[in-house]
C-alpha cells in the first residue's frame, strides 16, 4: 500500500457526557498513548470542559474542541456560544452539522455553512459532518445527499480553506446503532466525496482535506475502515466515553 502522504486524525465526540473531573481523568490517561501514535488524536468535548482539557492536554499532542458552534459573532443569543469564545478557551477545531443537531436542533445547511464560515474568520478548523438517512440511502439519493450538504456547507469556502478542513462522513442509520457503514461502503462514499472537492474545489484542496468516517465505529472495526485508501481518520462516539476502548481505535491506526 502506498505510504499515506498525511497523518490519520481520530477524533472522539463525547457529545453530552463528562463532567469537568471526567474528562481530566481521562486526557491524562490519553495522552501517553497520543504521543507515541502516527495518527493525531483529538476530543470533541461538551463546552462546560472545553477550557480545563484544553489546559490539560496543552502540551500533548491532543487536539481539543468544541461539538458546535454559534453562527452568529455576538450579541442577544441567549445560551449559544461564538466562534471567539471557543477559541479564548482553547479549542483547536469544532465539528459543524453533526446529524443530531441537524435532527434534533433543525440546523439548515444555511446555518451549517456560517458556522463553517465563523470558525475559519477565527483561525479555527471546522469538522463538517455530512450524511444520509437510511430512507435516502435506500431511495438511491445517498449520492444526491451527501454532494448538497458537500456544497452548501463549504458554499464561499475557499479551495484553500478547504484543504485544511475535516469532513466527517458519517452516515445517519449508522450511528448509535452498532451498524457501522463496511469498509467498502465507506470507501465508496469518500472517494465520491472527494471527487466532489476536486469538482468543485480543484486536487489541491481534495488532496490536503481529510475525510473521517463516523457512526458505530469500535475496537473490531476500526483497522478495517482505517485501511481504506481514502479514509483519512474516524469520528467516534459511543466507543470514545471509555478510555480503554478509545485507546483500541487509537492504536489501530
Ligand atoms: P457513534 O457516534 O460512534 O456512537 O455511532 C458517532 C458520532 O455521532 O459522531
Redesign the pocket.
Known amino acids: 500500500m502506498k505510504a499515506r502522504s498525511k497523518a490519520q486524525v481520530i477524533i472522539g465526540?463525547w457529545?453530552m457526557n463528562k463532567t469537568i473531573a471526567e474528562a481530566k481523568a481521562f486526557v491524562a490517561g490519553l495522552e501517553p498513548v497520543a504521543a507515541k501514535c502516527s495518527a493525531v488524536v483529538g476530543l470533541a468535548v461538551p463546552f462546560t470542559a472545553l477550557s480545563a482539557v484544553a489546559a490539560e492536554a496543552h502540551r500533548s499532542k491532543i487536539l481539543v474542541g468544541a461539538q458546535n458552534v454559534s453562527e452568529a459573532d455576538n450579541g442577544a443569543l441567549t445560551g449559544e456560544i461564538s466562534s471567539r469564545m471557543i477559541k479564548d478557551a482553547g479549542a483547536a477545531f469544532a465539528l459543524v452539522g453533526?446529524?443530531?443537531r441537524r435532527r434534533d436542533f433543525h440546523e439548515q445547511d444555511v446555518q451549517v455553512n456560517l458556522k463553517v464560515k465563523r470558525l475559519l474568520a477565527v483561525g479555527l478548523r471546522p469538522v463538517l459532518?455530512i450524511g444520509e438517512t437510511l430512507a435516502q440511502r435506500e431511495s438511491g439519493a445517498a449520492h444526491e445527499v451527501l454532494a448538497k450538504q458537500l456544497h452548501a456547507g463549504l458554499n464561499g469556502v475557499t479551495a484553500e480553506q478547504v484543504a485544511g478542513m475535516i469532513i466527517?462522513y458519517?452516515p445517519v442509520w449508522?450511528?448509535?446503532?452498532s451498524k457501522a457503514a463496511t469498509p467498502a461502503d465507506v470507501q465508496e462514499a469518500h472517494a465520491f466525496i472527494r471527487s466532489e472537492i476536486v469538482a468543485g474545489w480543484g486536487k489541491e484542496a481534495a488532496d490536503g482535506v481529510v475525510l473521517q468516517y463516523?457512526?458505530?465505529?469500535a475496537p473490531h472495526n476500526a483497522a478495517g475502515l482505517l485501511s481504506q485508501p481514502d479514509v483519512d481518520g474516524l469520528?467516534?462516539?459511543?466507543?470514545?466515553l471509555s478510555l480503554e476502548s478509545f485507546i483500541e481505535i487509537v492504536e489501530k491506526n
Open positions: 465526540n457529545k453533526h446529524s443530531e459532518c466527517a458519517e449508522a450511528i448509535g446503532t463516523g457512526g458505530s465505529v469520528l467516534v462516539g459511543g466507543a470514545s
